[in-house]
Every structure is written in structure tokens, then in C-alpha cells.
């Protein structure tokens, strides 16, 4: 049982005062429901939840909570695993109510709220026949997504969602409203490409839109005894894959109880093209199911919703490839599988393409050479701790068990805080630039409560 560190409505009466938006707490009705994040083991239990309606209100909350000398941490869209969103005892300057968007046709660009998701952004910008880049999932905050880097189905054509950002608003640890752009705070704009939630609250987000309404895609699923051969081929036909091509692949159970090795490729290209493709995608085996057809990004987006629902228990580990090399491929299959619950997954991102041609300093993002970025996700309903540590403990043996093959460091989205010696190796290069970076923009480690955390004394 947690114990509340509580106070009522009265201790909050000034900042209320100030708010178009709510402070909702633990003696509230909504408490609960509010509290809900996508991972639904999150047991964290905030002070108080402020719900942000506009940039105003986070200046205020910020400052509020600040002169108060109360923990914190931001809330984008709730979707990050290890619900960093929520802090014990602290206050949540919650965003998750902000999620106005505003499309220009005229300059292909998108103005975003920072709770927005990534199915808002896409429904709004397929009115216009505009994308951007995105994750696969529709429920993910692009705040979050963004200042992490963003793979998604289309980087390849487009690069990360990150490289699609064109400038942010940001409220500072000092409580001051900044734009953050090539022109005007070019340093604190190349940390929040890729850099995490260390540097302030981004209370807005403008993003560089493309012409692009319906894609080739869907999914083709194999048995795991042809497992082996697909997942080699993939690793031939990624090697040479046009940037427009960009293949998810992994392993999740059908509802059948079976686990299947599934492909899910976006090719974003020329529709003349698209038979070749088609052609090429059926070189890979024998597919059980093959739905692959032309289909509206839009939808294509909603594809994967099912595999990973709010409310489920959820723990993820991520390793980083040069490459599927054989001994890769085997370890994945002799460790990763059968799964131990029919909602765990393993999915492999393919890294490519224009997101592989940004350079390593360009953005905080630093690994930008080809790869393929794991996900090694375990999900659960039963919530006894024996179900708990069983299928973490398949999460964590199959990560320990890639280690030794990966690239130094992981994808900071998926990182968590027992990972922390990751961070720097994730960062690389960019790492000392971050670290003075975080000392000028948050010297007292207000923002320590996110993705990527880095702490201004580390030396
Ligand atoms: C179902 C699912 C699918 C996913 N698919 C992909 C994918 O395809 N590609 C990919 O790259 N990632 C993917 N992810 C990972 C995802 O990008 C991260 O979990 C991301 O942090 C979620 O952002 P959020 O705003 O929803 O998170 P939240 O939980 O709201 O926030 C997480 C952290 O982000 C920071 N943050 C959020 N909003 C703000 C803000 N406005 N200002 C400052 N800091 C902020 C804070 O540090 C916060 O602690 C997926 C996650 C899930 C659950």
C-alpha cells in the first residue's frame, strides 16, 4: 500500500487561482482514471496532477512547483514504459490535455501541442495528403517520440520525427517561455532533437510535413520453423532496401496461441513501383497471411494498436545491431522464444535511409549509422509478482543474452533508470555537449524525472 504524501486542495489555492486548466488530487474522484499511463504496472503515485489547458498554465505550474521546492515531472502523451510521466510524491505538469493541431498547407508544415499523439497529427495532416514521420504506434505522444529521436515506418524516406522538427516552444526550468529553432536557441534546439526531457517543458512542437496519402503496407506472417530463413533474407534485402522501403519485423502469438514471425513493411514510394516491391517482399519465404496492399498511412497507423493496448503490465529492453548476423538470429530464437505470454512481442525497427544520413553531431541523436533497434517487449495481464518477475526476467535474459553483439549504448527511449550507465554510450559524441547543455538550462536538475536523464554534476 503507498503512502500518500498529501495535501488538500487549500495548499494548492494560489496556483489554482492562476490555472484555466485543473489540479486534480488524490482526494479526487478522477484521481484514479487520471493517473492511468499505457503501462498499467505503473504503481507511482504523484501529489498532484496539474492539467495543463494551455502554455500559460505550465509556466505557472512550473513556477508554482519551483518556488515550492516540490519534485516534478511532464507528461506528453503517458506512453513512455517505465511511466516516467509520474513521480512519487511529486507533481505532474500534465500535458496530455493540449493536443491542438494546426496544419499550414502552404508551407507543408504542422504546429502541435505537446500532449498531442501521433494518430492526432496524422489525422490531421492526411486531410491535406501531408505526413511526417511517426512511431508505429497511434496512441504515442509525439513529444515524447520527438525528443527521443522517433523511429518510425517512414524514416527511411524522411529520417527520424526528430529530423522533421523545425523549432519548439519550451518553458525553461527558470519558468521563461523560449523558442527553441535554427535562428533562435540553436543549442537548446540541437539538444531536444534526441536529447530527452532534460531541458524544459516543450509546450508546442513544429514539424515539416511531406506530400503522402497511401503507402504499400501491411502485415506478413510466417511460422517460426521458416523463422531462421526469413529473418536472413531480411537481413540481405534491408542492405539494399530503397529509403522508401522500411521493414518492421519480429515475433508476437496469433490469437491462436501461435507465435509467428510477422513482417510489416511500409514502402512510401512511387505507386509504379509498387509490383516490384510486392515482388520483392514475396521472396521471403512462404507467408501463412500476406496482406500486404496499397492502404492510407492514416490507417496503416492503427495496424499494430491491438498488439499493445493501454492498460496491460509492460517491460521493455532494447539492444541496437549492425546487422542481423547469424549469431543474432540464434540467440533471438534459442532465447527469445516461445514467448511467456501470449501479449509479449519482440519488434526490430529498421534504422535507414535519410535517418542514417544526418550526421552525428548534427542532432543529439547520435547513432546514425544503418541499424536495427530491438524491442523486447513483455506484457502481462495477471498481476502476481510471480507472473511479474517470469516475464521480466524473459525481457531482461534475452537483452543480456544480445548484449554482447550490440552496439555500445540503446535507444534512450527505451532505456530505463537501472540502465543509467547506458545513457553516455547512447549519446556518444554528443554526450559532453548535453552535459554543459544541461548545466545551462537546468543547473538545479528539475527535469530529472525523464527519458535520458543526464545529471549536471556528472563529471
Ligand atoms: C505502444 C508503443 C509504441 C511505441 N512505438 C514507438 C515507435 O514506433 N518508435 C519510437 O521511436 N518509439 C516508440 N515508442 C516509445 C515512445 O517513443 C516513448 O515511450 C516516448 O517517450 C513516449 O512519449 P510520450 O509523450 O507518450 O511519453 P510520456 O510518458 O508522456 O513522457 C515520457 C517522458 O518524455 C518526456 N516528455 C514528454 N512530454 C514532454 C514535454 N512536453 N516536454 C518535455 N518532456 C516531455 C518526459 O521526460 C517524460 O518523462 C512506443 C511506445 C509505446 C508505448
Not at 226 to 240: C, G, K, P, S
Not at 249 to 274: A, H
Request: charged share 20%; hydrophobic share 40%; net charge negative.
Amino acid at each position: 500500500m503507498t503512502t500518500l504524501n498529501t495535501y488538500d486542495h487549500f495548499f494548492f489555492k494560489d496556483l489554482a487561482a492562476l490555472l484555466t486548466g485543473q489540479i486534480i488530487l488524490p482526494e479526487d474522484e478522477t484521481y484514479e482514471q487520471v493517473r492511468q499511463i499505457w503501462n498499467g504496472g505503473v504503481t507511482t503515485h504523484p501529489m498532484a496532477f496539474v492539467r495543463c489547458a494551455n502554455t500559460q498554465d505550465v509556466i505557472h505550474a512550473l513556477r508554482w512547483v519551483r518556488s515550492h521546492g516540490l519534485p516534478l515531472s511532464v507528461r506528453g502523451g503517458g506512453h513512455d514504459f517505465a511511466g516516467r510521466a509520474l513521480r512519487e510524491h511529486g507533481v505532474v505538469i500534465d500535458c496530455s490535455l493540449m493536443r491542438k493541431v494546426t496544419i499550414d498547407p502552404q508551407t507543408r508544415t504542422a504546429r502541435i501541442q505537446a500532449g498531442t499523439t501521433a494518430s492526432d497529427l496524422i489525422a490531421a495532416a492526411h486531410e491535406y495528403g501531408l505526413v511526417t514521420t511517426t512511431g508505429t504506434g497511434s496512441g504515442v505522444g509525439m513529444a515524447g517520440l520527438t525528443l527521443g529521436g522517433g523511429y518510425g515506418p517512414l524514416m527511411g524516406a524522411y529520417g527520424l520525427a526528430t529530423d522533421n522538427l523545425l523549432s519548439a516552444q519550451v518553458v525553461t526550468a527558470a519558468g521563461e517561455l523560449v523558442i527553441a529553432s535554427p535562428s533562435e536557441h540553436p543549442d537548446l534546439f540541437w539538444g531536444l532533437r534526441g536529447g530527452g526531457g532534460n531541458f524544459g517543458v516543450v509546450v508546442a512542437l513544429e514539424y515539416r510535413l511531406h506530400p503522402l496519402t497511401t503507402v504499400l503496407g501491411g502485415l506478413l506472417l510466417y511460422p517460426v520453423e521458416q523463422a531462421r530463413e526469413v529473418l536472413h533474407r531480411y537481413n540481405e534485402v534491408i542492405a539494399t532496401a530503397p529509403d522508401e522501403l522500411t521493414i518492421l519485423t519480429g515475433f508476437f502469438q496469433n490469437p491462436d496461441g501461435q507465435t509467428m514471425l510477422f513482417l510489416s513493411p511500409t514502402y512510401c514510394g512511387p505507386k509504379v513501383e509498387r509490383e516490384q516491391v510486392l515482388a520483392l517482399l514475396r521472396t521471403f519465404g512462404k507467408p501463412l497471411v500476406d496482406q500486404v496492399q496499397p492502404v492510407e498511412y492514416h490507417d496503416l497507423i492503427h495496424a499494430l494498436d491491438a498488439l499493445a493496448p493501454k492498460g496491460r503490465h509492460y517491460y521493455i529492453q532494447t539492444q541496437s545491431f549492425q546487422g542481423l548476423q547469424t549469431r543474432t538470429i540464434e540467440t533471438l530464437i534459442e532465447q527469445g522464444l516461445p514467448l511467456t505470454s501470449p501479449f509479449s512481442m519482440i519488434s526490430i525497427h529498421n534504422f535507414h535511409g535519410a535517418a542514417s544520413r544526418v550526421s552525428a553531431s548534427e542532432t543529439a541523436f547520435a547513432l546514425r549509422q544503418d541499424h536495427l533497434m530491438f524491442e523486447i517487449i513483455a506484457a502481462w495481464e495477471d498481476q502476481s509478482a510471480d507472473e511479474e518477475q517470469k516475464h521480466v526476467q524473459w525481457a531482461r535474459m534475452l537483452s543480456q543474452s544480445l548484449a554482447p553483439s550490440a552496439l555500445k549504448g540503446g535507444y534512450i527511449n527505451l532505456l530505463e533508470e537501472r540502465e543509467q550507465e547506458r545513457i553516455p554510450l547512447a549519446l556518444g559524441s554528443n554526450y559532453e555537449r548535453l552535459l554543459d547543455l544541461k548545466r545551462t538550462y537546468d543547473p538545479d536538475d528539475v527535469f530529472s524525472s525523464t527519458i535520458a536523464h543526464i545529471a549536471p554534476a556528472a563529471s
